[in-house]
């Protein structure tokens, strides 16, 4: 385009928005509080690293175990996925069912009740079911564990043969899902209690049973929500030190048997038993095993985030 | 396809709240019948007691009849979930499931009846029910795209597509119009015309200019004061309740002179 008259460049001040004092101090915090967080999660990180260093670069021989880190390390991360997994498995799918019934199930009187009793487990420290978990589930579960012996021997997981004790790598898993499943169950309800009525109606309106419902409208909505809650159960899972650490006396075995006395120990467990007694490199290899949790959380973190972003469009969020 | 419903001194009630009293109506198939009044004079309850809906709220429940083609909606043995499968609903603000592509969205229906249809026979469907609502041509190249990602007046044609994807006798719509601009509520009131063919249509609406347009008969509700119980004042032919209603509250509505 052709500019036959140029306007005389009139003196534009620099057109500042204006903005209210009270909204630049708030947008000030708020930034604030959002750098913070990636200040001390970089200082964790930069200390864990700084700190593992010296693991790495010690002759084997020095290190505990007197073999190479990877060996000395392998199995707590080892005994760390398998027990968080187990305890996923168990925790998941009961706290979507328990949350489903308080939501739209149960009556409204008894739903609130429920709902106080699950946000109450959730503050419950975590020695506590590691007291319970070693103290009355183990011996509990003895039965119960010899009987899988008896039937599903044949599965690799259950070959036996059953700890006297019943401190087993199964009784650790189900603690800890007994241990994650109100913070699961907390977020799961959130999330079902905001489906907007709108589409539940709609899926009621087209025929649609409660269950069907459930399916159509509640679940998909709250996919997301169930996610998040369980990678916070799984981060706790993967990061509880005092019930694993009661329960199971760990030895650096690689093994799939949930109910044998051998175990793999978990990295927070053995860091917390090792740490009083360990000096000079011992301490630097405890704190690589902490770095590779902290890792290993990361990347649990993003696989879950993935997994959300993925069908965002479909998310119902636009 | 396409019964009468029938509305035979009937009751509503919340808990122990009597929202709406003694309607008689006769809604004729293939015809659509305009539910017009006030706020809050139980319109919108009779049309969601006619598919069961209100009934999502607990402690709903009606007294005296309601018939589909004579065969009582509230008998024993008489499932909810049967009748809402019968009469589909189409509601205020569009609401398609935002989880489900377009596709899914209007064979969301025929996946509850458990009916398993072929590939063909469920594209055909799809494009039955989308061209049956207008909707076709804008969606035709993207039906795997989420039904949020439309208009709200797209929405609500999708809305309505899945409403008739099942082939219902009866089709409420609780005021489908409300939400959307004028070009898209025309677009509404035309593919109400189209779908009387075939459907015994009921909407509620506030707008009696919409009323006058789409319906064929009108039936007034009103209500004495708050906490009184609504119902039904008049019910005729649209253009009889529009020129010479029979009560003076309603010529008092339609003309503008009251609510």
């Known amino acids: 385009?052709?500019?036959?008259?140029?306007?005389?460049?009139?003196?534009?001040?620099?057109?500042?928005?204006?903005?209210?004092?009270?909204?630049?101090?708030?947008?000030?915090?708020?930034?604030?509080?959002?750098?913070?967080?990636?200040?001390?999660?970089?200082?964790?990180?930069?200390?864990?690293?700084?700190?593992?260093?010296?693991?790495?670069?010690?002759?084997?021989?020095?290190?505990?175990?007197?073999?190479?880190?990877?060996?000395?390390?392998?199995?707590?991360?080892?005994?760390?996925?398998?027990?968080?997994?187990?305890?996923?498995?168990?925790?998941?799918?009961?706290?979507?069912?328990?949350?489903?019934?308080i939501t739209h199930y149960a009556p409204r009187r008894l739903a609130q009740g429920l709902g106080y009793v699950v946000d109450l487990l959730a503050a419950v420290p975590s020695i506590v079911y590691g007291l319970w978990g070693v103290a009355v589930l183990a011996p509990a579960s003895l039965p119960f564990m010899t009987r899988l012996q008896d039937y599903l021997g044949w599965i690799p997981l259950f070959a036996g043969p059953v700890s006297a004790t019943g401190r087993t790598m199964l009784v650790v898993g189900v603690t800890l899902a007994v241990m994650i499943l109100p913070i699961i169950t907390a977020v799961s309800r959130e999330v079902f209690l905001q489906t907007p009525k709108l589409h539940e109606e709609a899926a009621l309106a087209l025929g649609a049973t409660r269950w069907e419902m459930i399916r159509m409208a509640v679940l998909p909505f709250g996919r997301s929500?169930?996610?998040?809650?369980?990678?916070?159960?799984?981060?706790?899972?993967?990061?509880?030190?005092?019930?694993?650490?009661?329960?199971?006396?760990?030895?650096?075995i690689v093994t799939f048997n949930l109910i044998s006395s051998s175990n793999p120990s978990s990295i927070a467990a053995n860091i917390a038993l090792q740490f009083p007694d360990s000096t000079g490199v011992a301490v630097n290899t405890l704190i690589a095993s902490g770095l590779v949790l902290f890792v290993i959380t990361l990347l649990v973190n993003s696989i879950a985030r993935w997994i959300i972003n993925r069908r965002r469009e479909f998310s119902g969020a636009n | 396809m396409s019964k009468a419903v029938t509305a035979k001194n009937l009751n509503i009630y919340y808990g122990s709240f009597l929202a709406v009293e003694g309607v008689d109506m006769e809604i004729k198939p293939k015809t659509v019948t305009a539910l017009i009044g006030p706020s809050g004079c139980g319109k919108s309850t009779f049309l969601r007691s006619i598919n069961r809906m209100h009934e999502v709220i607990p402690g709903a429940r009606v007294e005296g009849k309601l018939?589909?083609?004579?065969?009582?909606?509230?008998?024993?043995?008489?499932?909810?979930?049967?009748?809402?499968?019968?009469?589909?609903m189409v509601f205020q603000r569009?609401?398609?499931?935002?989880?489900?592509?377009?596709?899914?969205?209007?064979?969301?229906?025929?996946?509850?009846?458990?009916?398993?249809?072929?590939?063909?026979?469920?594209?055909?469907?799809?494009?039955?029910?989308?061209?049956?609502?207008?909707?076709?041509?804008?969606?035709?190249?993207?039906?795997?795209?989420?039904?949020?990602?439309?208009?709200?007046?797209?929405?609500?044609?999708?809305?309505?597509?899945?409403?008739?994807?099942?082939?219902?006798?009866?089709?409420?719509?609780?005021?489908p119009c409300s939400a959307l601009d004028p070009i898209s509520t025309?677009?509404?009131?035309?593919?109400?015309?189209?779908?009387?063919?075939?459907?015994?249509?009921?909407?509620?609406?506030?707008?009696?200019?919409?009323?006058?347009?789409?319906?064929?008969?009108?039936?007034?509700?009103?209500?004495e004061g708050t906490g009184k119980p609504g119902h039904l004042v008049e019910m005729d032919e649209t253009k009889t309740i529009f020129s010479q209603p029979k009560q003076k509250a309603t010529e008092d509505y339609v003309s503008g002179r009251f609510g």
């Open chain 1, 1 to 101: 385009m052709s500019a036959p008259t140029t306007t005389p460049a009139t003196a534009t001040p620099s057109t500042k928005p204006v903005r209210q004092l009270g909204d630049r101090i708030f947008a000030g915090s708020a930034t604030g509080a959002g750098v913070l967080i990636l200040i001390v999660l970089a200082g964790v990180a930069v200390f864990l690293i700084a700190q593992a260093i010296p693991a790495f670069t010690a002759s084997p021989e020095e290190l505990p175990g007197g073999r190479n880190l990877a060996v000395y390390i392998g199995p707590l991360v080892f005994g760390t996925l398998l027990s968080a997994l187990i305890a996923l498995l168990i925790a998941t799918p009961l706290a979507v069912a328990v949350a489903l019934f």
């Open chain 2, 67 to 88: 018939e589909l083609d004579g065969r009582d909606l509230y008998g024993s043995g008489v499932d909810p979930v049967g009748v809402r499968r019968q009469i589909g």
């Open chain 2, 186 to 223: 025309l677009a509404i009131e035309d593919l109400i015309n189209e779908l009387k063919t075939d459907y015994t249509i009921v909407i509620v609406t506030h707008n009696m200019q919409q009323a006058a347009r789409v319906s064929d008969f009108t039936g007034f509700f009103n209500i």
């Open chain 1, 225 to 252: 929500g169930i996610i998040s809650g369980a990678m916070l159960g799984l981060g706790r899972a993967l990061g509880e030190t005092m019930a694993v650490a009661i329960i199971l006396s760990g030895s650096g």
């Open chain 2, 94 to 175: 569009p609401n398609p499931f935002p989880t489900m592509s377009i596709y899914e969205n209007v064979i969301a229906g025929q996946r509850l009846n458990n009916k398993r249809a072929g590939k063909k026979a469920t594209d055909e469907l799809v494009e039955r029910s989308l061209r049956g609502a207008n909707l076709w041509n804008e969606v035709k190249d993207r039906l795997d795209k989420p039904g949020s990602s439309l208009s709200g007046g797209q929405q609500q044609r999708l809305c309505i597509a899945r409403a008739i994807a099942v082939q219902p006798d009866v089709l409420l719509m609780d005021e």
